[in-house]
């Protein structure tokens, strides 16, 4: 199933119209309210814009620092579908105030509102994406977190466009702003009504409302897992960059730029565009699993495009503001939407992963508080990036150069984060491997079990089996293998990362042996996937080799299913040994080499025997 056939489905569309018609409204009001800052008051210099446009920002921010710890209690002890629909009705409320606000002509009312709206924002993070890992199966949740950050910036996007048409209306534009906020707020009621129920995940949670505590608490939540929480750092760090180039485009786009309202639009719808790309390439780049190695390329991208936007500037601007069509035929414009695109492109690959392996890799009863967690180190992120802003330009920085500077700050997170957690860098090394000189064919991988533990066997043809494996199977796999692979350069750091189990034969290494043993069964008794490749070496001439006892071993000690696998095609290839030692024939068969990895019934383990085993593997060999 593609992400777009997620649209035809009632478990998903409600909820996808629900978040789109929350994010439109929220643009709608503040980006009606910001551009009117930025364009519309000629008596407002350029130095109190900023001030005005980052406080907005703030406002609107720092609801989710302060109540993102109750609303992930909320999210995990209450019904979602419930939750939500209570939730837009809180907002119908705060735009019924937006429209007497705007009848009394009251901006410190107006910019207070943004608080409520964060508020109420705030209140829906938590269940929005504790929602998805519910309604969505394993392999559907990289295409719907894709749908969910597209539309969110379309939103924004509409939202922008429709908040410059809506108060440009001379006289009465403000009016006819508050109609439409209202009635989007109703129709987002109406259709999270539509929202299908789904279980609470906690429903004997008792609410603690001390906000510090349930912050620390979440936060506790989040660090139980080590690479969840970096993740989140890393989520973080990208609202960081977010919110900086959002709440300076307009200044940028007017200030250093020289373009008027609608070069500020088409600079937005770049960048909209370019996430909604991005999104989309990381659902078919990553195959439709959580594929982590995409973060890093995207964050190179993040880091390069960011730094050309300020080698792209305009080097002098007219003081009147140019329209779209003159801005794109003149100097390095056209350089400048294609590196907003490819911001916006990049931003899509770094942050479709990292939210997706959040959902994941939570546990299911503390999913809503991790996010929680989440959404609280994004609010303080952005609430310390408004600040680091207002602190820059007043230090005399422009905006081109603020940019500039976060770019390099990219560079030193991601350096920082990717040291920190290298299963970031081994997955980018497993899928530049099986996306360049390999092109795999996945066939029945659906019958290895979702849940609980597992064994995986399967023939060993190449010293990359087990990276090819590791990029093809969603779940995360305990390889066993020899230790002498295991320490090959590179490949050991990509091994020592997936935690992989080196053995040695009992003559060997007695002591080796009997330690993979017991990491073998303590693996399982955690309900991991553990792989092994019985043959116990390489083959040397493309068949089969017998199989060694110590799968059998395995099972015995610790009674779990065993799923046959099979690795068609890499005979020949540049990492296996038909050409005597391996890794000696640069280009053996060329590039892009067509390689099958296939799957047969999972076999109980009170079922299983060596014999069966090795039949079961040599047919799906066609042996």
Not at 48 to 57: G, P
Not at 166 to 173: A, D, V
Not at 307 to 326: K, R
Not at 431 to 449: A, F
């Amino acid at each position: 199933m593609k992400s777009m056939d997620l649209l035809g489905k009632t478990r998903f569309l409600p909820f996808f119209l629900t978040q789109f018609s929350g994010a439109l409204n929220d643009n709608l009001y503040k980006n009606g309210l910001t551009v009117f800052i930025a364009f519309q008051s000629a008596a407002i210099a350029q130095s109190e814009s900023n001030d005005l446009v980052n406080i907005a920002a703030g406002l609107f921010i720092l609801p989710f620092f302060l109540f993102s710890a109750v609303a992930g209690q909320l999210a995990d002890k209450y019904e979602k579908s419930l939750l939500i629909s209570r939730i837009k009705l809180l907002e119908i409320a705060i735009m019924l105030f937006a429209g007497l606000a705007f009848y009394l002509n009251s901006t410190a009312m107006l910019i207070g509102l943004l608080f409520l709206m964060g508020t109420q924002s705030a209140l829906f993070g938590p269940v929005k994406y504790s929602l998805l890992p519910q309604v969505l199966k394993d392999d559907e949740l990289i295409g719907g977190n894709a749908l969910v950050e597209f539309g969110t910036f379309i939103a924004i996007l509409i939202g922008l466009i429709a908040g410059v048409l809506i108060t440009s209306i001379e006289n009465s534009g403000t009016y006819w702003l508050s109609a439409a906020v209202l009635v989007m707020a109703i129709a987002g009621y109406l259709v999270s009504l539509k929202i299908p129920k789904v279980a609470a995940n906690a429903p004997d949670l008792k609410i603690d409302f001390h906000l510090l505590r349930q912050f620390v608490q979440s936060f506790h939540y989040a660090r139980e897992n080590r690479t969840v929480f970096y993740s989140i750092m890393g989520i973080s760090w990208f609202w960081f960059l977010g919110i900086t180039y959002v709440t300076q485009l307009p200044n940028f786009v007017r200030y250093e730029l020289g373009g008027n309202e609608q070069v500020y639009v088409l600079l937005l719808a770049m960048f909209s565009i370019g996430i909604g790309a991005g999104s989309f390439l990381c659902e078919k780049l990553s195959g439709r699993i959580v594929e982590l190695g995409l973060v890093p390329i995207g964050s190179l991208g993040l880091t390069l495009f960011g730094i050309d936007i300020y080698f792209t500037q305009s080097a002098s601007v007219s003081s009147e503001l140019i329209s779209p069509w003159v801005f794109a035929t003149t100097g390095s414009n056209v350089r400048v939407m294609l590196d907003i695109f490819l911001l916006g492109a990049f931003g899509g690959l770094y942050i479709v992963p990292l939210f997706a392996l959040v959902q994941q890799r939570s546990e299911a009863a503390k999913r809503s508080r991790i996010i929680a967690a989440n959404n609280v180190l994004n609010a303080l992120f952005m609430v310390v990036a408004t600040g680091f802003s207002l602190f820059a330009l007043s230090s005399g920085l422009n905006i081109a150069e603020l940019f500039l500077v976060m770019s390099l700050m990219n560079a030193a997170v991601a350096v920082w984060i990717f040291t920190l957690i290298p299963e970031f860098i081994m997955r980018l090394l497993v899928w530049l491997l099986i996306h360049t000189i390999y092109r795999v064919k996945k066939t029945e991988l659906e019958k290895i079990p979702d849940t609980g533990a597992c064994v995986l066997v399967c023939n060993h043809v190449s010293f990359v089996d087990a990276l090819i494996l590791a990029g093809c199977v969603k779940r995360p796999i305990r390889f066993v293998m020899y230790y002498k692979i295991f320490h090959i350069p590179v490949l050991s750091f990509i091994f020592r990362t997936a935690n992989a189990i080196p053995i040695a034969g009992a003559r060997e290494n007695p002591q080796l042996m009997h330690q993979a043993f017991e990491k073998i069964s303590l693996a399982l008794q955690q309900d991991e996937v553990v792989c092994i490749f019985p043959e116990g070496k390489i083959t040397e001439d493309g068949s089969l080799n017998p199989f060694k006892s110590g799968v059998m071993k395995i099972i015995e000690k610790t009674p779990v299913p065993v799923v046959p696998l099979a690795l068609r095609g890499l005979w020949g290839s540049f990492f296996s040994r038909k050409h005597g030692n391996a890794m000696t024939k640069w280009f053996a068969r060329g590039l892009f080499n067509h390689i099958e990895l296939v799957a047969g019934e999972a076999i109980a383990a009170d079922k299983v025997t060596l014999k069966g085993l090795q039949n079961a593997v040599s047919c799906l060999l066609g042996q």
